[in-house]
C-alpha cells in the first residue's frame, strides 16, 4: 500500500489549503484514514480522521470548525480542507492508513495506523 499526499503549499494567515492523499496498491478496502502533523521540534499529532464505511470524522479540538476531512471511497482518497489558517498549524502533514475501523479513542494513537505517506509542507505567515 502506498500513500501519496499532496496540496502543501504556503499561505497567509486566515488563508485555505486542500490536501489530498491517495491510497494505492490495495488488496482490501482501507478502514481508517487520518491526518497527523508534526511541527519542528514537536512530536507528531493527531489532526482528523475518517472510517471509511459509513463516513464517520474525527477531529482534534484545535482544528474544530477549521479543518473538514472528506472521502472518495471509489477513488481511495482522502481529503483535508484547510480554512483559517494560523501560524500554528505550519507543520509537515502526513496521511495515514488503518486496517481497522478505528473508534474514537483510538483513532488519536499513531500506532493503530499500518501505513504513512511521505508527508507535506503547509507554512502560514502572519
Known amino acids: 500500500v502506498q500513500l501519496q499526499a499532496s496540496g502543501g503549499g504556503s499561505v497567509q494567515a486566515g488563508g485555505s489549503l486542500r490536501l489530498s492523499c491517495a491510497a494505492s496498491?490495495?488488496?482490501?478496502?482501507?478502514?481508517?484514514m487520518g491526518w497527523f502533523r508534526q511541527a519542528p521540534g514537536k512530536e507528531r499529532e493527531f489532526v482528523a480522521a475518517?472510517?471509511?464505511?459509513?463516513?464517520?470524522?474525527f477531529y482534534a479540538d484545535f482544528v474544530k470548525g477549521r479543518f473538514t476531512i472528506s472521502g472518495d471511497n471509489a477513488a481511495n482518497t482522502v481529503y483535508l480542507q484547510m480554512n483559517s489558517l494560523k501560524p500554528d498549524d505550519t507543520a509537515v502533514y502526513y496521511c495515514?492508513?488503518?486496517?481497522?475501523?478505528?473508534?474514537?479513542?483510538?483513532?488519536?494513537?499513531?500506532?493503530?495506523?499500518?501505513?504513512w505517506g511521505q508527508g507535506t509542507q503547509v507554512t502560514v505567515s502572519s
Open positions: 496498491g490495495h488488496t482490501f478496502s482501507p478502514y481508517t
Open positions: 495515514a492508513e488503518s486496517r481497522r475501523s478505528l473508534i474514537a479513542s483510538r483513532v488519536r494513537v499513531l500506532n493503530e495506523y499500518d501505513y
Open positions: 475518517r472510517r471509511w464505511s459509513g463516513g464517520s470524522t
